[in-house]
């Protein structure tokens, strides 16, 4: 397969234009021009990149990649290492964030809702062509709060950070993987008794304390881990690759 066309294809797939993102979405550093196999992670951390050297990889698919706005532009220190890393063995790197995320069937929102066997019934927070990120849905049926951060706990191998704000089952919730606890002010205008994400902030504690609502904070890693396998899982199958997914621990 050739690289440019995969690049292409997946910039489609996931509808990248429709995104004002915190990074550039697609292919970041150009490796080797065919891709005969994909190795996929959360993050393109140095761990990632060694396994896929290791492995012969032509590419590496992840969510967060590099290049965010604000960070610091000189190629030193840990980001050299990286990028002398892939250009030294001729090995691309292709990152998706927000269109990855929001995607109705390959995204870490879509992914984890099957995960935890809840069922979407709808999104927030679009701005007409850009879906919503937020996702709203039901649990397989209503449970206390204790309940669905123990269904949390035994989904996702994680214990999640549990803030009652409230003694009432949770019926309907809202969702959105990573960092996205700001979000729970936008989940709470659409009647949910519940906000699932990544991390916690501060402020966050009191908000879901002051609205009634359950909070959980199930970690930015371990909610975000199912978007890269199904993409992955999807280009393989579509264009014959071989897509090995590499889960690097991350306990935030």
């Known amino acids: 397969m050739q690289l440019n066309e995969l690049a292409a294809y997946t910039n489609r797939l996931l509808a990248v234009e429709d995104f004002n993102d915190y990074c550039p979405n697609g292919l970041q550093v150009q490796g080797r021009p065919e891709v005969h196999t994909l190795i ?33 532009p000189r190629i030193v ?7 002398a890393t892939l250009l030294r063995h001729d090995v691309s790197l292709m990152a998706y964030h927000l269109p990855l995320d929001a995607h109705p069937e390959l ?19 679009g701005n007409g062509r850009t879906p919503g990120l937020v996702m709203l849905g039901e649990p397989a049926a ?10 949390i706990e035994s989904r996702l191998r994680r214990k999640p950070l549990h803030i009652s704000g409230s003694d009432a089952p949770i019926h309907r919730l809202a ?15 659409q009647n949910v008794d519940a906000f699932l994400t990544g991390e916690a902030s501060e402020q966050t504690v009191h908000f879901a304390r002051e609205n009634n609502l359950h909070f959980f904070a199930a970690g930015h890693h371990a909610t975000e881990r199912y978007g890269i396998q199904a993409l992955g899982t999807h280009l393989a199958t579509q264009f014959g690759l071989k897509f090995t997914f590499v889960d690097v621990d991350n306990p935030v």
């Not at 995204?107 to 927070?125: E, H, I, K």
Request: net charge negative; proline share 1%.
């Open 40 to 72: 996929g992670g959360v993050t393109a951390c140095q761990a990632l990149l060694d396994i896929a050297v290791e492995q012969s990889a032509d590419a590496v698919l992840v969510h967060h990649g590099y290049f965010w706005k604000g960070e610091d």
């Open 77 to 83: 220190g840990m980001k050299h290492r990286r990028l």
């Open 107 to 125: 995204g870490n929102n879509a992914q984890l809702a099957q995960v935890l066997d809840l069922t979407v019934t709808g999104t927030t927070g």
């Open 142 to 151: 209503p449970m206390q709060g204790e309940t669905f951060a123990a269904h």
């Open 175 to 189: 969702w959105c993987t990573g960092g996205a606890q700001s979000c729970i002010e936008m989940a709470s205008q």
